[in-house]
């Protein structure tokens, strides 16, 4: 065994110790709760209120497929009441020991009864006209299901209600506040998902594909009939052939913008956006301000496909 290795399992012996000596809830009664990603911040926020305080493990800026939380983090979830999963890829290696660490905690999976897609491979297409296939076989034998369920206001709801029996079972004795708060926000969500469709509607048939690094916005793109055309290959960058590719398509398609993510290198975006004299535009997925940002995402997709 390593050095490192006998470091870190010092590391959750100590964490484990810990949490006999932390109390259950924070000094003023708020319930102490962790989220994978800054989005469900947002999302337990507005169920939770005044009655949570919500601790986020992937920090701004951050890439979350290979994020390692800090011993400052770990210390602080071995005090968590609650943790709300969504299923991203970090929970599969990091809730195991985090359970171990703090087996009072509660862990609450929001995406359990969200309908997934396949992630996007290469250029292909997760829009609209791929719905068929999709319906046709179900998920199995297309691959990664995609985890960024959080970027389609509908299945946002899922995720809501979810995330409000999870405070519930946490706290039932302030169950009424936050079913009133739920019912609160399923409302903003209808008329979130309405806004998105109204100011996407215009757009031409010929005009729905839009290019970006890594595929994050396939959910979106199915909601409200884009297609989405990814640049990165299998998580990685593409290779000298696959890029060339992607410059034909973009060609074909009439591209004149290369969404980037801020957690991911933007190098491939650069190489395709001067062969196709495109823009380059930052549209980040994992925004704190979870409402407003799908907002800019559809009005951003707006401007680049008119």
Known sequence: MTVFNLMKRALFVVLGLLVAWAGPALADGKVRAFVSILPQKYFVERI?????????????????????????QMTALTKAQVYFAIGVNLEDVWLP???????????????????????AEHHHDEGAEHEAAHEEHGDEGHGILDPHIWLDPVRGKTIARNTC?????ADPA?????????????????????????RLAALPDDKRSFM?????????????GLTQVAIEAGGSEPSPRHLAEIIDHGRELGVSVVFVQ????????????????ARVVPLDPLAEDWKDNLLHAADAFGQALR
Do not use: C
């Not at 029996?165 to 079972?169: H, K, M, P, S």
């Not at 169950?175 to 109204?198: G, P, V």
């Not at 970006?212 to 409200?224: I, L």
């Open 97 to 119: 020991r985090l359970a171990d660490a703090n087996r009072a905690m509660l862990v609450v999976r929001t995406q359990e009864g969200v309908d997934k897609i396949p992630m």
């Open 212 to 224: 970006v690094f890594h595929p994050s916005w396939g959910y979106f793109a199915r909601r409200y």
């Open 262 to 277: 801020p957690q991911f290198s933007r190098r491939s975006a650069d190489v395709i956006a001067s062969e196709l004299d």
């Open 174 to 198: 302030h169950k009424a506040a936050y079913e009133a708060n739920l019912a609160a926000f399923l409302k903003e969500l209808d008329r979130l998902d309405a806004s998105i469709a109204q």
């Open 48 to 72: 939770g209120g005044d009655l949570v305080d919500v601790g986020v493990l992937v920090l701004p800026g951050a890439n979350p497929h290979m994020y390692e939380p800090s011993p400052r």
């Open 165 to 169: 029996a999870g405070l519930v079972t």
